[in-house]
């Protein structure tokens, strides 16, 4: 508890220099005299009823002017304990010790009152949730002007509001004037998260936090973020501290990059120190967890089994230990702190500057670039399928939809309502799925996928269009026992594994729900509820418990174990690993792979992350407005996207590749998905498109005219080189608009 | 007193035991240890058990009922003849006391669990059949809340029910209508909770898999509404004693020759000054009963709800209670 | 907006309908005024009551759904609710006794609905400290008490300060004190004398609710994202609070308005009775007592009308405060 006499020794005795010095540092060259922000040993700890949690131990960095640092880690790892501790914004009960410095005035253990002169002012923060983030009562105007008039008391109305506007159109927000008296429920999240932006830019910070940006929010979408945030750098000159839990965000802005892990920095160094020299095994671990989506070639990804260790309890060696594949007994001895990899260990007295490569292992110097991460992890061979060498047309089909349709009208009226229009969610959607192949569906939230999966799940008699499950038509479905012969085929997992299951049933009662209902017998479910707790990977005399004393991924685990009790031939993944962390993710896709080969099932997914959905699935449609507008094998889909939707989702999506991010050229779509109501006649994405954008008049209107079929290429040459892949747009190979692309060249 | 048994800790116990062969601890234990934690909520439990076992026992501890008149005592202070003194009919007050807090915790019990019973069916089948079926019921149930209770209780237990009056007793009557107007509320909750619930993925998932309705409605709705189906029970007790008293005591409620709680308050007010212990006795075990069911209620709230563990701070218990006794 | 509200007070002007016809059949069918006429002295032949009765236009012989029906065209077609069986015409008593409710009502209403929100507000201010505890756990007590007692004793409080002062100051009952003469400021004096009781004893019961309600709403709000970022912008804890959180925590308890004056019109039954103020509640039970078909009905109404107005003013205070729902 060395840190703890440093905290009581600092109330007494004020000098820097002492406080220092007790707490190991050197007084002098405290931190380098250009940093703008430099965090000494802090730690945080909160008082809970198991006791203390020692949320943030240790962490240290300084930012230079204009650059940017990445912090990454998991939930849990303490990361947006310390943009809150730096901030200020901890509850009073939350104990802080060591320092923060901004400019070299020390911010920590200021007032309230006294930390108001710099929060805002010269350094800001956006915040994780837009949809929460921003006071509901009050215009969008009113909160950003608010941000100035704090600081600027004197400022005029109209030089506010002046600003204001400015702001707003710097974020990229059209017609800003107009907006300034708007309230946030009629912005979306992405705009929302442009207004946070605006807010915390406001007065040229010299250094900007930004707590996870763009989690809640889609691909473009977050695309658009991202770069609104690089102007707003390059806008104020200000330092950035990015922290996110996705690897690939931070490849292409970060300059420095620090992992965390059971609130401690267990790496640090230059972006591409991490990314392709790693030497701690967590951060292995996780850059081989995060799936790819521009390599085709299959792998396994890492699992890191486990979980991270509760910070209630001092850990009495590596924190990481428990789940580390390379974990010896000199492991367990004390925890290690940061040393320079490669330089001199024990006895160095002084921080080494800035970028500086450092590990938290012991292991450091044997773990170079040429070990295999995956002989490490032990991570599982590739599994392949009895029906991956068995020819698409030849396998059966085990789902196939024709011409699905739902829309929605929308009424308007007070006694009396009327149709003023219709939301077309799914507009005439067909496919099939085959036997042993994974099928997903992709698309910006709102394009319809979900609509989709509730089509097929709800499937009934009357709806619009044929769903066939098994050789069995909706349209004969009348009777219970075709439905249930139909439902037998057709198992769900969510996407929130905790909402999934009934917090009141035991595992054995979730498991054993479908199977009584199969009208099985008592001593044959219980055998089959012991094979599927073997089959999903938990342990077997694990069933009496309840959901809520299992970890994120092992709930998932029993999603999919319910869902395969009755052995269905397809299994609907609705985004069965968005909640999941990244390292918990890994093992859970490993295990979908697992068993769609071992148990030849089908998947239907629908999932946001094209990297997920690369790594798992042979066949992929991409749906806007309602429409699947490309469809095809995996491979020739991602490699050679022919719609401009595509390869706009594809080029938004950042990979943890930080030379790759630096040089790539990336389509930034504008605004947001239109709403379905008003869907134009001819092709749908003519209003974001930037092909579009980039055509003559006369073909413009052609696009604009008539909507474009789903067909294969018309070049047979294209066509004979993926014969599977169907797209909707007249001039698939147009010039893209210069104004939708950005490239970034290396910082 | 059957409500009890929605906290019986032996049941709860028991049940525990059966769902766990493991070393897991049920949340069936969890709740119960929470319960038992609170100490406030420990004290209303065992001060209502032994209101309760007074009113059945109390009467046997005296030579006096409610009915013989002791002419040599007529309206006096507690003296060793009368532990509470006499009522100015020359009854023993204690003899009515003990009679009229069974007949308030009667009326108390039968209409807080009848009246959360009838609120979970109605609130139930509105939102599992949704749409038309709820909008009527919708209709009924605020119609219902518009209908001043006070009125349809007067024209009950007052006015020209004659017919119903020779038949039943008052405090059977006056049961019989708050039974009609205390549900609404609960109703209102449970309709809005239940149709979250079936929002949620674990019902979809039931529904997919093809479970009959009748077993999602027992098997998940039922269990997951359950905590606040206990909450309103001890909410719906102490509603129906207070308005009881309330009724009684304006003179609308329970008539003479009844007793209960409030009815010998109400017959005291006019000669407090002279007649103090007539007026304070009732309404001192009133007290007790109404506060120790809101403690109960307290500590239950605080028992079933998952996030108060997580909230205060070590150093801080004693704030930490407050703060869950006010978190509503 | 506008629509929306017109929307709101059609399906409140039916529901309004729907109580008071079945409230009029209740009391029509339970209520019977001949039996009480038989009480007079000389008593009255049969035929002579029904006469008398005829004339008012409360034939018993007719059925129940043809007085329905004559009822309600007067009703409607000439605004007439009736005649009592002592011949007085319903809408003039009614007018005076609204009035008068309304006087006995109005301040109250205004004085627990600030006192409520403001002392809530203080209280999560001060959170867990001293004052917190003395007023939050007195709105817990106020939850305990049924209100016709928290009256009497506020009433029994009184006598004793006027006792104490050793004169009058504070009348207890009535509205006036009859036949009193003297200029404005007499009058006026003797007003406050007799508004003074009343209207104290029916604010510190009521806004306990209303604390309780405010300050947890407040709570909820105080650690919500937008005021981590009206911190982050550089306002001080404090003053996010009271520019960001308290406006929306307002939002909840702006809905509540609607269940608020009910209550206190509820409430008012007790009052009146008890503060011997001669409104529409305690008419209503005069009413029944006295077996008025007419008059119990159009109380009825009323109480129906008030719900109404306090659900179309909450829905209105909702609109005022949460731009939300503004969008329609």
Request: with cysteine; net charge neutral; aromatic share 8%.
């Amino acid at each position: 508890m060395s840190s703890e006499t440093t905290a009581s020794t600092e109330r007494t005795a004020d000098s820097v220099a002492e406080r220092l010095h007790i707490a190991g540092l050197p007084a002098p060259g405290y931190a380098p005299a250009d940093a703008v922000l430099s965090v000494r040993d802090l730690n945080v700890r909160f008082n809970s009823e198991n006791g203390v949690v020692h949320a943030v131990r240790g962490v240290g960095f300084d930012l230079l002017p204009g650059k940017t640092l990445g912090i990454v880690g998991e939930s849990g790892s303490g990361k947006s304990v310390t943009s809150l501790a730096i901030m200020g914004l901890l509850p009073p009960t939350a104990e802080i010790t060591g320092s923060v410095r901004l400019n070299g005035k020390e911010l920590l253990r200021l007032s309230d009152k006294a930390m108001c002169k710099y929060r805002g002012n010269d350094i800001a923060m956006v915040f994780q949730d837009p949809l929460s983030s921003l006071t509901p009562v009050y215009t969008v105007g009113h909160q950003i002007i608010e941000a100035l008039t704090v600081h600027h008391p004197k400022m005029s109305k109209q030089a506010t509001e002046a600003r204001a506007v400015e702001l707003l159109r710097m974020v990229g927000i059209p017609s800003p004037k107009d907006r300034l008296k708007a309230f946030p429920h009629e912005f979306s999240g992405g705009m929302r998260q442009r207004v946070m932006i605006a807010i915390a830019i406001a007065n040229n910070p010299r250094v900007l936090i930004a707590d996870e940006p763009t989690t809640a929010l889609d691909v473009t979408i977050q695309a658009q973020v991202l770069e609104v945030l690089h102007t707003a750098q390059e806008e104020t000159g200000a330092a950035v501290v990015m922290i996110t839990h996705d690897l690939g965000v931070v490849a292409g802005m970060a300059d420095d990059i620090m992992v965390m892990y059971a609130g401690k920095p267990v790496e640090t160094g230059s972006v591409d120190d991490i990314y392709y020299n790693p030497r701690m095994p967590y951060t292995m671990g996780l850059l081989g967890a995060v799936p790819r989506v521009d390599i085709s070639e299959k792998i396994s990804l890492v699992p890191i089994e486990g979980i991270p260790p509760n910070l209630v309890h001092k850990p009495t060696g590596c924190s990481f230990a428990p789940r580390c594949p390379l974990v010896s007994d000199a492991c367990l001895q004390g925890e290690p702190e940061l040393w320079p990899v490669g330089g001199p260990r024990g006895g160095a007295n002084g921080l080494p500057a800035s970028g500086t490569h450092q590990a938290a292992c012991i292991k450091t110097d044997s773990l170079g670039a040429e070990v295999d991460v995956h002989e490490i992890f032990h991570a599982p061979a590739v599994p392949v399928s009895r029906f991956d060498a068995v020819p698409r047309l030849e396998r059966k089909t085990v789902l196939e939809l024709k011409d699905v349709r739902k829309h929605f009208p929308l009424l308007k009226g007070a006694l009396i309502k009327r149709r003023i229009g219709t939301v077309k969610a799914v507009d005439g959607l067909s496919f099939d799925i085959r036997e042993g192949e994974c099928f997903s569906i992709v698309g910006e939230s709102g394009c319809g996928k979900t609509t989709t999966l509730l089509e097929i799940m709800e499937f009934h008699k009357d709806q619009d269009g044929e769903v066939t499950i098994g050789g069995l038509s909706n349209k004969a479905a009348s009777d219970a026992r075709t439905k249930n012969a139909m439902r037998k085929e057709l198992q769900m997992v969510f996407q929130d594994p905790t909402g999934a299951l009934d917090p009141r049933f035991t595992v054995y009662e979730v498991l054993a729900e479908p199977l009584e209902n199969q009208g099985m017998d008592k001593p044959a479910i219980r055998k089959r509820i012991m094979e599927l707790m073997k089959l999903v990977g938990l342990q077997p005399d694990h069933v009496n418990r309840f959901p809520n004393q299992f970890s994120g991924g092992q709930r998932q685990r029993i999603g999919i174990a319910r869902a395969l009790a009755v052995n269905p031939k397809l299994v609907v993944l609705d985004e069965p690993v968005s909640a999941l962390d990244v390292s918990v993710q890994a093992g859970v896709i490993n295990l979908l792979d697992k068993l769609r080969a071992e148990l030849g099932l089908s998947y239907l997914m629908v999932a946001h992350d094209l990297s997920v959905v690369r790594h798992i699935s042979n066949r992929v449609a991409v749906m806007y407005l309602g429409k699947i507008v490309e469809i095809g094998d995996v491979d020739s889909v991602f490699d050679n996207p022919r719609h401009p939707y595509t390869r706009a989702l594809l080029s938004a999506i950042p990979v943890p590749d930080p030379q790759v991010e630096r040089t790539r050229e990336r389509i930034i779509l504008q605004g947001d998905l239109p709403s379905p109501l008003d869907a134009p006649k001819g092709c749908n994405f003519a209003t974001r498109c930037p092909v579009f954008a980039a055509l003559p008049a006369a073909k413009q209107e052609k696009c604009l005219t008539l909507e474009p079929p789903l067909e294969p290429a018309a070049s047979s040459q294209a066509a004979q080189a993926a014969p599977d892949q169907q797209f909707a747009c007249f001039f698939p190979d147009g010039e893209l608009d210069a104004d939708m692309l950005v490239v970034h060249g290396a910082p | 007193m059957t409500n009890l048994n929605a906290i019986d800790p032996a049941a709860v116990a028991e049940e525990a035991k059966i769902e766990n062969d493991d070393v897991v601890i049920a949340k069936s234990a969890i709740i119960l240890r929470r319960f038992l934690r609170n100490k406030t909520a420990v004290a209303g439990l065992a001060i209502f058990l032994a209101l309760t076992v007074f009113s059945f026992v109390g009467g046997y501890l005296t030579p006096w009922d409610k009915e013989t008149i002791d002419p040599f005592n007529i309206g006096m202070p507690p003296s060793a003849d009368h532990l509470l003194g006499t009522s100015q009919a020359g009854i023993d007050l204690y003899a009515l006391t003990v009679e009229g807090t069974r007949i308030s915790i009667l009326i108390g019990l039968v209409v807080g669990l009848a009246s959360v019973l009838i609120a979970a069916i109605y609130g139930c089948t509105m939102a599992y059949f949704g749409g038309k079926v709820d909008k009527v019921m919708l209709f009924i149930l605020e119609a219902l809340i518009m209908m001043p209770a006070l009125l349809v209780v007067a024209v009950a237990t007052s006015g020209g029910g004659n017919g119903l009056q020779e038949n039943l007793p008052s405090w059977l009557l006056l049961i019989i209508v708050l039974l009609v107007f205390s549900w609404m509320g609960t109703a209102r909750l449970i309709r809005s909770l239940s149709m979250s619930l079936m929002q949620r993925d674990f019902v979809k998932a039931a529904q997919y898999m093809g479970i009959p309705a009748r077993r999602i409605v027992w098997r998940h709705l039922v269990p997951n509404i359950g905590s606040l189906l206990v909450l309103d029970i001890t909410r719906g007790v102490t509603g129906a004693i207070l308005a009881e008293v309330a009724f009684s005591f304006i003179g609308i409620g329970i008539k003479v020759p009844d007793v209960s709680l409030g009815v010998l308050i109400g017959q005291a007010t006019s000669q407090v000054a002279t007649f103090p212990w007539m007026f304070w006795v009732p309404l001192v075990v009133m007290f007790l009963l109404t506060g120790s069911l809101a403690m109960m209620n307290d500590g239950l709230r605080d028992a079933f709800d998952p996030s108060s563990g997580s909230i205060g701070s070590a150093n801080r218990s004693k704030t930490q209670k407050t703060a869950k006794k006010n978190s509503k | 907006m506008f629509r929306y509200l017109a929307k709101r007070a059609a399906t409140y002007l039916l529901m309004i309908f729907l109580t008071t016809t079945a409230g009029y059949f209740l009391a029509v069918s339970t209520l019977q005024p001949a039996l009480l006429e038989q009480e007079r002295i000389p008593r009255p032949t049969p035929e002579q009551v029904t006469n008398s009765f005829r004339l008012k236009g409360l034939d018993p012989t007719l059925t129940p759904w043809e007085r329905y029906i004559d009822w309600l065209t007067s009703v409607v077609t000439r605004w007439d609710w009736g005649r009592s069986p002592n011949g007085a015409f319903i809408n003039a008593e009614f007018g005076d006794r609204v009035w008068i409710s309304t006087r006995l009502f109005l301040a109250s209403i205004v004085l627990t609905l600030i006192i409520g929100v403001a002392l809530g507000v203080y209280t999560a201010a001060r959170q867990y400290k001293f004052q917190d505890r003395v007023i939050t756990s007195y709105s817990y007590l106020v939850y305990i008490v049924p209100a016709p007692i928290a009256y009497f004793l506020v009433q029994l409080g009184a006598i004793n300060i006027n006792e104490t002062v050793g004169e009058r100051i504070l009348f207890v009952t009535g509205i006036s004190t009859p036949g009193l003469e003297g200029n404005g400021w007499v009058q006026f004096v003797d007003m406050l004398a007799h508004y003074a009781v009343p209207t104290f004893a029916i604010t510190i019961v009521g806004w306990g609710t209303y604390q309780i309600a405010q300050r947890q709403y407040l709570l909820d709000n105080v650690n919500a994202d937008f005021v981590r970022t009206a911190r982050a912008k550089g306002l001080t804890r404090n003053q996010a609070i009271t520019r960001h959180a308290l406006r929306v925590s307002f939002i909840p308890v702006a809905q509540s308005i609607a269940f608020t004056i009910p209550a206190i019109f509820a409430g008012g039954f007790f009052a009146e009775k008890i503060f011997a103020w001669h409104g529409v509640g305690s008419w209503s039970i005069d009413a029944i007592a006295l077996q008025d078909v007419n008059a119990a009905t159009a109380t009825l109404a009323y109480g129906s009308v008030i719900f109404a107005i306090g659900a179309i003013l909450a829905d209105f205070a909702t609109t005022l405060v949460d731009p939300r729902v503004r969008v329609q």
